[in-house]
């Protein structure tokens, strides 16, 4: 048999157990199929809690299993998005996103497969936002926030996200787009700029716009080839033979870009190398975003301080308190699944996770309860059950009220002869497993 031979004329004679004998030993070695094949079947019913779950875990993974867990996850929107699922995928798919944008801006990899995946995330994130359109101006917000303050890539096509958008939104981006016009010079936030205009343009189908955007760009054969294409899909013939006609007689010429000055930004960044820290990290921003430079230093020194935190775990709260000063408390978390941290910070940031990511949180909060139990005094018993009384929420949440029910049970034993913590409990409102006899002593 040919190794390109067509298996499923073969495929089709089996009974469904041999195959799914089949299918089941090949997952047993393939964790991407593994993985695909337990979405499906958690996602059967519309529900994307399991996919959620399995972003939760794959950050703590190695490569080749984080992709693999991604792999999975994308075949699951994909597949819901091609049956024409009622359930809101977008708030998933921006997150699959967000994700691997982070893993690859650690990894400073852009290449291979997991590059291959963020693009397929944003093209389904831009479909899951057609099905249902989230807020346009927060979709706005968040293509801006991409393109002038992340990491390079992805690179967002508007024409992908103009439904989603509408006008809303595409006036939201028009007027940040026509603000960093005027008011920059030079540099990243002002070519992300021009390239934004430039899709605007199109978006709108506002040809005379569009030629007069790629008009002012250095002459180049692709810019006038674009051109001619622009004003031959608009019906406009001549004027398309005519500029193909100067182009061909345009000379080509190049000019080295100027040496870049010994500026604030350089001293600042001088000063970051030297000892990377939240302090110089500041200054550092506040002298790249003034000179409009602060994405690449951004990048630059945040993948220092991820070394940092990955050589000794002392430096992983830097980092987190860092990122949390950036404005950006997602990333700030994943820093300290990925790196660790000191208990109070992962208290700190699993507090303001708990509302919208309930599963990610409940394992800090569970070795909160423990710490505060092995005080022994009244005072951390009462906050103990306060505690419980979260992750009972939480549970409920992230529909996992069993896992409570047996974590209480699991640990009422363990501390039963703790008279007062069992009161607290009992007082929270909290109900007590019914094998949980009297305690014999208080302690």
Same mark, same amino acid.
């Given at each position: 048999?040919?190794?390109?031979?067509?298996?499923?004329?073969?495929?089709?004679?089996?009974?469904?157990?041999?195959?799914?004998?089949?299918?089941?030993?090949? +997952?047993?070695?393939?964790?991407?199929?593994? /993985?695909?094949?337990?979405?499906?079947?958690?996602?059967?019913?519309?529900?994307?809690?399991?996919?959620?779950?399995?972003?939760?875990?794959?950050?703590?993974?190695?490569?080749?299993?984080?992709?693999?867990?991604?792999?999975?996850v994308?075949?699951?929107?994909?597949?819901?998005?091609?049956?024409?699922?009622?359930a809101?995928?977008? @708030?998933? #798919?921006r997150?699959? $996103?967000?994700?691997?944008?982070?893993?690859?801006?650690?990894?400073?990899?852009?290449?291979?497969?997991?590059?291959?995946?963020?693009?397929? #995330?944003?093209?389904?994130?831009?479909?899951a936002?057609?099905?249902r359109?989230?807020?346009?101006?927060?979709?706005?917000?968040?293509?801006?926030e991409?393109?002038?303050?992340?990491?390079?890539?992805?690179?967002?096509?508007?024409?992908?996200?103009?439904?989603?958008?509408?006008?809303?939104?595409?006036?939201?981006?028009?007027s940040?787009?026509?603000?960093?016009?005027?008011?920059?010079?030079?540099?990243?936030?002002?070519?992300?700029?021009?390239?934004?205009?430039?899709?605007?343009?199109? *978006? /709108?189908?506002?040809?005379?716009?569009?030629?007069?955007?790629?008009?002012?760009?250095? @002459?180049?054969?692709?810019?006038?080839?674009?051109?001619?294409? $622009?004003?031959?899909?608009?019906?406009?013939?001549?004027?398309?033979?005519?500029?193909?006609?100067?182009?061909?007689?345009?000379?080509?010429?190049?000019?080295?870009?100027?040496?870049?000055?010994?500026?604030?930004?350089?001293?600042?960044?001088?000063?970051?190398?030297?000892?990377?820290?939240?302090?110089?990290?500041?200054?550092?921003?506040?002298?790249?975003?003034?000179?409009?430079?602060?994405?690449?230093?951004?990048?630059?020194a945040?993948?220092?301080?991820?070394e940092?935190?990955?050589?000794?775990?002392?430096?992983?709260?830097?980092?987190?308190? *860092?990122?949390?000063?950036?404005?950006?408390?997602?990333?700030?978390?994943?820093?300290?699944?990925?790196?660790?941290?000191?208990?109070?910070?992962?208290?700190?940031?699993?507090?303001?996770?708990?509302?919208?990511? @309930?599963?990610?949180?409940?394992? *800090?909060?569970?070795?909160? $309860?423990?710490?505060?139990?092995?005080?022994?005094?009244p005072?951390?018993?009462?906050?103990?059950?306060?505690?419980?009384?979260?992750?009972?929420?939480?549970?409920?949440?992230?529909?996992?009220?069993?896992?409570?029910?047996? /974590?209480?049970?699991t640990? $009422?034993?363990? /501390?039963?002869?703790?008279?007062?913590?069992?009161?607290?409990?009992? +007082?929270?409102?909290?109900?007590l497993?019914?094998?949980?006899?009297?305690?014999?002593? @208080?302690?």
């Amino acid at each position: 048999m040919s190794p390109h031979s067509d298996l499923r004329p073969y495929l089709r004679t089996l009974d469904a157990e041999t195959l799914a004998d089949l299918l089941h030993a090949q +997952a047993e070695r393939d964790p991407e199929l593994r /993985h695909s094949l337990e979405l499906r079947a958690a996602t059967q019913s519309g529900d994307v809690s399991e996919a959620h779950r399995l972003l939760d875990t794959a950050v703590t993974d190695g490569n080749g299993e984080y992709t693999a867990k991604v792999g999975a996850v994308l075949d699951t929107l994909q597949r819901m998005l091609d049956l024409g699922s009622r359930a809101d995928l977008a @708030p998933l #798919a921006r997150r699959t $996103v967000d994700d691997i944008s982070e893993v690859l801006e650690l990894s400073g990899d852009h290449a291979g497969d997991l590059g291959d995946r963020l693009d397929r #995330a944003v093209e389904l994130y831009a479909r899951a936002c057609a099905a249902r359109p989230p807020d346009p101006e927060k979709l706005a917000d968040w293509i801006l926030e991409v393109e002038f303050d992340g990491p390079g890539r992805p690179s967002i096509d508007l024409a992908d996200f103009a439904t989603a958008l509408g006008e809303p939104g595409l006036r939201r981006i028009k007027s940040t787009v026509d603000d960093v016009l005027t008011a920059s010079g030079p540099g990243h936030r002002r070519d992300v700029a021009e390239r934004l205009r430039e899709q605007l343009a199109e *978006v /709108h189908g506002d040809v005379d716009e569009l030629v007069a955007i790629l008009s002012a760009k250095p @002459p180049r054969r692709d810019v006038s080839l674009k051109i001619v294409r $622009v004003l031959r899909a608009a019906g406009r013939h001549s004027e398309a033979i005519a500029h193909a006609a100067r182009a061909l007689t345009h000379d080509k010429n190049g000019h080295a870009p100027e040496p870049v000055p010994d500026d604030e930004t350089s001293r600042r960044r001088k000063e970051f190398d030297a000892g990377p820290d939240r302090e110089t990290f500041a200054a550092l921003r506040e002298a790249a975003m003034a000179d409009g430079k602060w994405t690449t230093q951004r990048r630059a020194a945040l993948a220092r301080l991820r070394e940092l935190a990955a050589e000794d775990v002392r430096h992983a709260d830097e980092l987190a308190r *860092v990122l949390l000063d950036d404005g950006r408390p997602d990333e700030a978390w994943r820093a300290c699944v990925r790196f660790g941290a000191s208990p109070e910070l992962k208290l700190e940031l699993a507090e303001r996770r708990a509302a919208e990511h @309930p599963a990610e949180t409940i394992p *800090v909060f569970r070795e909160h $309860v423990e710490e505060l139990i092995e005080r022994k005094d009244p005072q951390a018993y009462q906050e103990a059950a306060r505690r419980l009384k979260l992750l009972r929420t939480l549970h409920k949440r992230a529909d996992t009220s069993d896992e409570f029910t047996a /974590h209480l049970a699991t640990l $009422v034993e363990t /501390h039963r002869r703790k008279t007062r913590l069992i009161t607290e409990i009992r +007082a929270a409102r909290i109900a007590l497993p019914k094998a949980v006899s009297s305690p014999r002593a @208080p302690r």
